[in-house]
């Protein structure tokens, strides 16, 4: 196949199509009243589109390209949303919210040049969440604090799924291993960012990669970030062990937000501080908008790794490549 698809030996999906369908209302019912419990946090709504040329949108790597169209009454191009990074802390800040409270949604995304793999699709589904903070807990240990507190909600839920699906063995580790990203390069010179976090989350289980977005000591970046929203020294990403995979699977990317000066400085390293332009940027740089952290968690990759499914799209209706769908159904994975 010309895209990368893996077949785990003698699969067969724990649970029928109907049973999925239930245990994935039931895992969204459950980690999301654990989530907006363990970090004080309300449920809002959210856009699924925005202006084009307003700064919201999230650039991701900068070279994604975003899905625009017309509207006809307005007479100007809007943007499907990449992610809610920008639009989250506008809104605590139009909303009120002070610090130790916060929101949470549900993000729906197209990023249309994404791989189609067993844990890629150009569908996006995850839940936002951003919490108001204070400039004193801008600090690691706040990081890791809430890291602990997602990793907490993840592993409840699994407890609970096992309790009403007995036949879904695998537990969760709920001990984090922290690490950062240069840290992680020292360890494997030799190896891709992807085999790193694959070593390090096959011996340790349930892992925090920190500090994203910036150059390592050998010149190449762990993995791309864009430059305004993540604190690269205040951020990283949440990874488990997935067993029926045999790889580290990524549930979540999160970390404080930039204030003014990790964004005036980030933007210059990245080369665009012409977003200085924009009206989100302005409030970062005058301390309009609040401290904040926050991150995103996917909905399909939680419920396959919960479920102990090989691809997302067993827990996620989309768009796959003929060949894709013809080899996974000669193999026993069924898409919805």
Known sequence: MSRSLYIPEDYKSSLTLRETQHAIKYIKDIFQQALAFALTLDRVSAPLIVRKGSGINDDLNGVERKVDFDIKEIGSDAEVVQSLAKWKRMALYRYGYQPGEGIYTDMNAIRRDDDADNIHSIFVDQWDWEKVITADQRTIEYLKDAVRFVVKAVAFTKRKVRLRYPVLERRICENVFFITSQELENMYPDKTPHERERLIVKEHKTVFIMQIGGKLASGEKHDGRAPDYDDWSLNGDIFFWDDILDRALEI???????????????????????????????????????????????????????????????VQSSVWPDDMVRKCSENGIVLL
């Open 252 to 314: 979540s990317s999160m970390g404080i937000r930039v204030d003014a000066n990790a964004l005036a400085s980030q933007l210059k390293e990245y080369g665009a501080e012409d977003r200085m332009q924009y009206e989100y940027h302005k409030m970062i740089a005058n301390g309009t908008l609040p401290l904040t952290i926050g991150g995103g968690i996917g909905q399909s990759r939680l419920c396959m790794l919960l479920l102990e499914k090989a691809h997302i799209g067993e």
